[in-house]
């Protein structure tokens, strides 16, 4: 500031600091960086999650991406630890700021599990319709605290009509139990009702088609968590094209339920140095759900 104005406005300041309004004046960059994360949990000993091995020393972003099975990889950058992330990371940014998804998917009142899988029907509205042998609705308590949401059946789903039932669906359960839970006590289901032809990624027309009846039956049960498996589901419900390692285990708000995404049971199969990771995320919806680890 030129010299001139430089004593004027030292005298508002000083002004201002003796009325206690100090705080419009405050770098706000350096004020935000000092908010902490919301529900930080403290790091565990161990994961219950089965064997997670030691991460060796070497262990790197670009060796896990090397063997994360397409599906269910994070983006490349998507692996660093937490503490190789910024501090003041940003929580998701929307990718429009118009209506979400959810928001401009139509709420129907007095909505119920049954009548939104009668709506659903023998669902010919995408293409993955062909190929699929069941349609895979979701299957839990309709009263559940906690929904788990994946992105689509695999093989053993779409035979036997249930959500996440092959060996990512057994890795699923054993981390619901690790959580003092049974599967029976939670909801689980995916963004699309049908399989993927070669375990692909749903496309965008299908996430479009079928997402609305995952809105319906999130605002049907109305948990408390929604846990998000992997990036197709936390990008469908939070409408966000950002790698899901730029807000997995951050806390958000959809639509009165608290929003956490973690990695997907397929990826941990592949990744198990990347349990630990999930352990913690699982403990911050422990923590809101007021859940104590089983006892081994
Ligand atoms: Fe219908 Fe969804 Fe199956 Fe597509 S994925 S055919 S919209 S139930």
């Not at 009325?19 to 565990?44: K, N, V, Y």
């Not at 089965?50 to 998507?78: D, E, I, K, N």
Request: proline share 11%; hydrophobic share 40%; aromatic share 6%.
């Amino acid at each position: 500031m030129d010299s001139p104005k430089r004593p004027r406005a030292e005298a508002w300041l000083q002004y201002a600091d003796e009325l206690g309004l100090t705080p419009f004046f405050r770098d706000r960059a350096s004020e935000s960086a000092a908010i902490d994360p919301p529900l930080q949990s403290p790091a565990p000993a161990s994961s219950p999650l089965g064997a997670a091995p030691q991460p060796p020393a070497a262990y790197s972003a670009a060796a896990a991406a090397s063997t994360a099975s397409p599906r269910h990889a994070p983006a490349p950058a998507a692996v660093p630890s937490r503490a190789a992330k910024p501090a003041a990371a940003s929580p998701v940014v929307p990718a429009s700021p118009g209506l979400s998804l959810f928001e401009a998917a139509e709420r129907i009142e007095a909505d119920s599990l049954p009548r939104i899988r009668e709506d659903i029907g023998d669902c010919t509205r995408c293409k993955l319709h062909k190929s699929r042998t069941n349609i895979v609705f979701g299957v839990g308590n309709p009263k559940a605290s906690l929904v788990f949401v994946g992105e689509g059946p695999g093989h053993d789903e779409d035979v036997q009509g249930e959500p996440f039932v092959g060996r990512a669906g057994k890795l699923l359960t054993q981390m619901i139990e690790a959580m003092s839970l049974r599967r029976e006590d939670v909801y689980i289901c995916n963004v699309v009702k049908c399989r993927p032809p070669e375990n692909r990624l749903p496309e965008r027309d299908e996430i479009a088609t079928c997402s609305p009846f995952l809105f319906r039956q999130l605002d049907a049960i109305s948990p408390k968590v929604i846990c998000c498996l992997g990036a197709c589901a936390a990008q469908t419900l939070l409408q966000t094209t950002q790698g899901i390692s730029r807000f997995r285990g951050e806390w958000m708000d959809f639509r009165g339920s608290k929003l956490i995404a973690t990695y997907h049971p397929a990826y941990l199969l592949r990744n198990p140095a990347a349990k630990p990771e999930v352990w913690k995320d699982l403990q911050k919806v422990m923590a809101v759900l007021g859940l104590q680890p089983r006892r081994r």
